[in-house]
Nanobody
Framework: QVQLVESGGGSVQAVGSLRLSCVAS????????MGWFRQAPGKEREVVAV???????IYADAVNERFTISRDGAKNTLSLQMGSLKPEDTAVYYC?????WGPGATMTRAVADHGYWGQGTQVTVSS
């Protein structure tokens, strides 16, 4: 069982920055690939960025070079540093975990492959 708790959302003006954090309550954090996803009103949930235990990352094109995902294995935390924010970044942001340990296991951007989710944190960017 994995419990995820996000924090750090809020309201910011365009071109501003925010940092999201997620704490994972799990004994084998390194066995999980972690990700940030977001869902805007009326839209489907979409990937923002994912990271494996080796630090390999994949970013959505919309946030590449503006956002940075990172994880701390000693603290079981996941972070998302967001910069140059745009109004279209407004959404509820979710921390998610996918068990990706073992032969053939690979990091995925698919929402459906992530079995554990936090409660979400709202990010609002005004123009």
């Amino acid at each position: 069982q994995v419990q995820l708790v996000e924090s750090g959302g809020g309201s910011v003006q365009a071109v501003g920055s925010l940092r999201l954090s997620c704490v994972a309550s799990v004994s084998d954090y390194s066995s999980y690939c972690m990700g940030w996803f977001r869902q805007a009103p009326g839209k489907e949930r979409e990937v923002v960025a994912v990271i494996d235990s080796d630090g390999k990352t994949i970013y959505a094109d919309a946030v590449n070079e503006r956002f940075t995902i990172s994880r701390d294995g000693a603290k079981n935390t996941l972070s998302l540093q967001m910069g140059s924010l745009k109004p279209e970044d407004t959404a509820v942001y979710y921390c998610a975990a996918d068990y990706c340990w073992g032969p053939g296991a690979t990091m995925t951007r698919a929402v459906a492959d992530h079995g554990y989710w936090g409660q979400g944190t709202q990010v609002t960017v005004s123009s």
